[in-house]
C-alpha cells in the first residue's frame, strides 16, 4: 500500500509505501497551496483541493499524469475532499461557501450542492453509504 499526502511548504503532493520507503513528488507543478486528497486506487485517481490563487479541485493519475481541474468555478476556500465509491462521486466541503457539494468523480458534470449552512466553516467530510459526515472547525 501506498500513503499519499500535501506538503503545503513546498506545493507538493507527495507518496511513499507504508513504511515510508521509495518517497518520491508526483506533482510538483501548478499546485499553490493543495489542502486534501482522496485517492480511488480501483480506478486509479488522485482528487484534491487547491486553495491558492485559483482555488478548485483537482484530478490525475496515481502518477500525477493527466492533471485536470474538475471544478473552478463557485469555490472558495474547498477543504475536505471524499469519495463515495458505490455511486462514483466526488464530495468536497467549502469553508468559504459553507457549503458541501458532490460530482461524478469521472466527468466532473452532475455538480449538486449536498449541504448548505451559514457560519459554519467547513473542515472535512467524509461519506459512507447513506450518510455524510463533516467537522466544522
Not at 18 to 26: A, D, T
Not at 95 to 102: F, L, Q, S
Not at 112 to 117: F, P, Y
Amino acid at each position: 500500500g501506498n500513503i499519499y499526502w500535501t506538503d503545503h511548504g513546498f506545493n507538493l503532493i507527495e507518496v511513499a509505501r507504508l513504511n515510508g520507503s521509495f518517497r518520491y513528488v508526483i506533482i510538483s507543478q501548478g499546485l499553490d497551496q493543495p489542502r486534501s486528497i482522496a485517492v480511488h486506487p480501483e480506478k486509479g485517481y488522485l482528487f484534491w483541493t487547491e486553495w491558492g490563487q485559483t482555488p478548485c479541485i483537482g484530478k490525475a493519475h496515481l502518477d500525477g499524469s493527466e492533471k485536470v481541474v474538475l471544478v473552478s468555478l463557485g469555490v472558495a476556500w474547498p477543504n475536505g475532499i471524499s469519495i463515495d465509491y458505490e455511486e462514483n462521486r466526488l464530495y468536497w466541503c467549502d469553508a468559504r461557501t459553507d457549503k458541501i457539494e458532490r460530482i461524478d468523480l469521472e466527468s466532473g458534470g452532475n455538480r449538486e450542492i449536498v449541504l448548505s449552512g451559514s457560519n459554519v466553516d467547513m473542515f472535512s467530510v467524509a461519506v459512507f453509504g447513506a450518510y455524510i459526515y463533516w467537522s466544522d472547525r
